[in-house]
C-alpha cells in the first residue's frame, strides 16, 4: 500500500479556528509560531489545521480576508519550520459532525452544495501551489445514508479544485464518522492525489470513557484497556447504547493490537487493490484515563500504524479533552512522542 509521504507523524491544532468561539482573541493566542516550532523540535512531519467556515465566510457568505490570512499564516509557520499541513474543513454550511451546531441539509442542499464548493475552489486558487499543504474536504460526514450523495460531491469538488490545484493531494473519508469501515464504500480515486483518510477512537468506551458529550456515558466509568471483549460489549451497550455500530467477539480474550489488525484490514486491501494512500486524520484517549494505562492503548495501535505505514495525526496538541500538552500527560509525554 501506497504512503502518503510527509504525513507519516503530526498532531491536530484543534480548537483554535474550529470548535471554538470564534473569537479574534481565540485566534491570536490559542496556538502561536511557537507551537508550530515546538512540534517541529518533536520529530513531527505535519500539522493537521480544522477550521469552520466562520473563519472564512461571514454571515452575508462574502469572504473575510482576515480568516484567509490566517490559513496562509499557518502555511506560512509549516513551512518555515519544515512541516506539512492538511487544512481541514471542520464545519461547511449545512452540516457538522457536533449536532449542537444545528447545521443540517448540506447532503441533499444544492445551494449548500454549491458554497462548499466554492469555497475549496478558492482555497485552491489562493493556495493550491504550496507543495507542503494538502486539503481536507470535510470532517466526519455521519449518518450512512448520505453516501451516495456525499461520493458525488467528493468528486464535483475535486474537479472544481483541479482546475487550479492540479497537484494537490487531497483527503476524503467517509461515514459514521470517518469511520475505517467506511473505506470500502468511497468511490475509486479520482486521480492519484487522492487519500483515503478515517478516524480511530476505537473501542470508543475506552477512549472516551467518561466523557460528558455521550448521553449515557457515566461521568466516573473507567476501565482498563486490557480488558476482555466481552466486558468491553456489555460496558459499550450500557454507556453509549445498544445500537452503537461497533461489536466486538463474545469472548473473555484481553484486547490487544490484534483488535486493530482486524479492524483495519478491509481498508487496507481496498487501498492496496486502488492504490490509494490510507491516513488517519484522528486517533487518542480522553485525559481522563491513567496516563500510564493510555500507554497501552498507542502501543498497540501504533504497531498496526507501524506495521502497513498509515501515516496518522493525533487528537489534539491542546486542551480539547485530549491535550497533548497539558499537565495530565505529564508523566508519559516524552514516551508518547516517540510513538506518534
Not at 137 to 156: G, M, T
Not at 166 to 180: K, Q, R, T
Not at 257 to 283: N, Q
Request: aromatic share 16%; charged share 30%; hydrophobic share 35%.
Amino acid at each position: 500500500m501506497r504512503s502518503f509521504e510527509g504525513y507519516s507523524h503530526g498532531i491536530n491544532f484543534g480548537g483554535w479556528f474550529s470548535q471554538c468561539d470564534h473569537s479574534e482573541k481565540r485566534y491570536d493566542y490559542f496556538i502561536r509560531r511557537d507551537d508550530f516550532r515546538r512540534v517541529a523540535g518533536w520529530g513531527l512531519d505535519h500539522v493537521r489545521i480544522p477550521i469552520d467556515y466562520e473563519l472564512v465566510l461571514d454571515e452575508k457568505l462574502n469572504y473575510k480576508e482576515d480568516g484567509f490570512k490566517r490559513v496562509k499564516e499557518c502555511i506560512d509557520w509549516s513551512k518555515e519550520n519544515g512541516l506539512n499541513m492538511i487544512l481541514d474543513l471542520h464545519k461547511t454550511i449545512g452540516f457538522s459532525f457536533d449536532k449542537g451546531e444545528n447545521e443540517e441539509g448540506f447532503f441533499v442542499n444544492e445551494r449548500y452544495q454549491n458554497i462548499f464548493i466554492d469555497l475549496w475552489k478558492e482555497f485552491a486558487l489562493r493556495f493550491g501551489k504550496n507543495e507542503n499543504l494538502s486539503f481536507e474536504l470535510l470532517n466526519e460526514v455521519s449518518d450512512p445514508q448520505y453516501c451516495d450523495s456525499w461520493n458525488r460531491i467528493i468528486k464535483k469538488t475535486i474537479k472544481a479544485i483541479r482546475e487550479y490545484a492540479p497537484n494537490i493531494h487531497i483527503l476524503v473519508g467517509g461515514y459514521n464518522n470517518n469511520s475505517i469501515e467506511a473505506i470500502k464504500d468511497l468511490e475509486e480515486p479520482y486521480d492519484d492525489k487522492i487519500v483515503y483518510n478515517f478516524h480511530c477512537y476505537s473501542p470508543l468506551i475506552y477512549t472516551h470513557q467518561g466523557a460528558y458529550w455521550i448521553d449515557l456515558m457515566n461521568r466516573s466509568f473507567r476501565m482498563p484497556f486490557d480488558s476482555g471483549y466481552r466486558d468491553y460489549q456489555n460496558n459499550t451497550e450500557r454507556y453509549i447504547g445498544k445500537n452503537f455500530h461497533e461489536q466486538f467477539p463474545l469472548s473473555d480474550d484481553v484486547i490487544d493490537a490484534s483488535y486493530f489488525e482486524k479492524m483495519f484490514k478491509e481498508a487496507i486491501e481496498v487501498c492496496e487493490k486502488r492504490d490509494v494512500p490510507l491516513y488517519c486524520g484522528e486517533y487518542g484517549v480522553i485525559d481522563l484515563v491513567d496516563p500510564d494505562d493510555t500507554m497501552k492503548w498507542f502501543e498497540c495501535i501504533n504497531s498496526v500504524f507501524e506495521k502497513y505505514h498509515i501515516g496518522r495525526a493525533l487528537w489534539s496538541y491542546k486542551e480539547m479533552d485530549f491535550g497533548l500538552v497539558d499537565a495530565h500527560y505529564d508523566p508519559i509525554r516524552g514516551k508518547l512522542i516517540k510513538l506518534l
